[in-house]
């Protein structure tokens, strides 16, 4: 039996979208699970307008977003800033291109980071915090200590890393290297942000909220004049973002509780637009949704420790997700889920010989 196909996996609609004044949306095309389009939307304003998440790298989503902004009377030079809400390719991907070519002001939040970057140098990575303020980094853990889980080595559950595609592995390795070309260009900020600065767009101000959870570096823009939520990925229509494992954060899940709570606090939210899928009016029901999602597969989890005992990430993966999901990035979700129980005590972890954690519940 099919599934019903949900908003955000439809394919772009190839209109110019009007949601509120000074405020449009273009979608772009792109193909990865559970995703079809990314939104695009543009900032109008006297010096022209700003971007938010140009999309993917590459030549189809380049000449998607050159018809979109024709289609929106926009040309390319009158692009003053690009936003990119966070280090994922659909949101950064055009960036650097657009930047480079057309000299576009490129906006991040302070802790943006593609996987391949080291930090500034008047930058410490360490230094990267949650919305919270608490530090978001692996802290020395006798669980991980002295385990290498950068982009080359093993996962830190000992399972397999998601294999990209070899095309988008052949133009992220020349995007890291510098040798991309005009496809592949890397995205350097040039003016990085922290929760609660104010930027001017769309003839108004927006604010700046960090949103850490699904990314570290994760950026929502709240418009208080006109009482809308830029959400990127955090807050989606009708699916929940991915919660990785695969992360510096100590415990993403609990930042991506806490930064959805933070969202939902906002008063006078009217509207709220996602990267994917279609704007909607109860941001604090829709986070209450997505809460409500992430609680019931923490208590999966707890009543699947029943029949599993100590077991790895592997198994409970199993229990998480239908087979048709089994795979790295289900592993990554119920290690982030994993973790965080271990963390607030629910959950005990030993490391086997060959490497491979095992969990079991107290």
Not at 164 to 173: E, F, N, S, T, V
Not at 280 to 304: C, M, Q
Request: charged fraction near 25%; charge should be negative.
């Amino acid at each position: 039996m099919s599934r019903p196909t949900r908003e955000e996996q439809m394919p772009p609609d190839n209109n110019v979208t009007e949601l509120a004044p000074d405020v449009r949306r273009i979608q772009l095309p792109m193909s990865m699970p559970g995703l079809g389009h990314v939104n695009c939307y543009i900032l109008d304003d006297e010096r022209g307008a700003a971007l938010v998440d140009p999309g993917l790298p590459g030549p189809a989503n380049w000449r998607a977003l050159m018809a979109g902004l024709a289609a929106a009377g926009v040309p390319p030079e009158r692009v003053h800033s690009i936003i990119v809400t966070h280090s994922h390719p659909d949101h950064f991907g055009a960036a650097g291109r657009f930047a480079r070519q057309f000299g576009a002001e490129l906006v991040t939040h302070r802790n943006f980071r593609l996987w391949w970057d080291t930090a500034d140098e008047d930058e410490d990575p360490l230094e990267v915090v949650s919305s919270n303020g608490e530090n978001s980094e692996l802290v020395a853990d006798p669980v991980f200590g002295g385990r290498d889980t950068g982009p080359g080595g093993p996962t830190p559950w000992g399972g397999e890393r998601y294999k990209m595609p070899l095309r988008a592995k052949i133009g992220y390795m020349a995007m890291r290297n510098g040798w991309g070309g005009r496809w592949f260009a890397t995205p350097h900020p040039t003016k990085r942000v922290d929760d609660a600065d104010r930027i001017a767009l769309a003839r108004r101000e927006f604010v700046a909220v960090h949103t850490p959870g699904h990314t570290i570096d994760h950026l929502c823009l709240f418009d208080p004049e006109g009482g809308m939520m830029i959400c990127g990925d955090h807050v989606l229509p009708t699916i929940t973002p991915h919660i990785s494992g695969m992360t510096t954060a100590k415990d993403p899940l609990k930042d991506f509780f806490a930064s959805l709570d933070r969202v939902a606090d906002f008063e006078g939210v009217k509207l709220g637009l996602p990267a994917h899928g279609q704007p909607f009016t109860d941001l604090a029901g829709r986070v209450d949704d997505i809460k409500r999602h992430h609680n019931e597969r923490l208590d999966l989890l707890r009543e699947s420790s029943d029949k599993l005992g100590r077991a790895p990430v592997q198994d409970y993966m199993k229990r998480l997700f239908k087979e048709r999901s089994w795979g790295p990035m289900a592993e990554s979700e119920t290690f982030a889920h994993l973790e965080h129980l271990r963390y607030i005590g629910e959950v005990g972890v030993t490391r086997r010989s060959d490497d491979v954690l095992e969990y079991e519940f107290n």
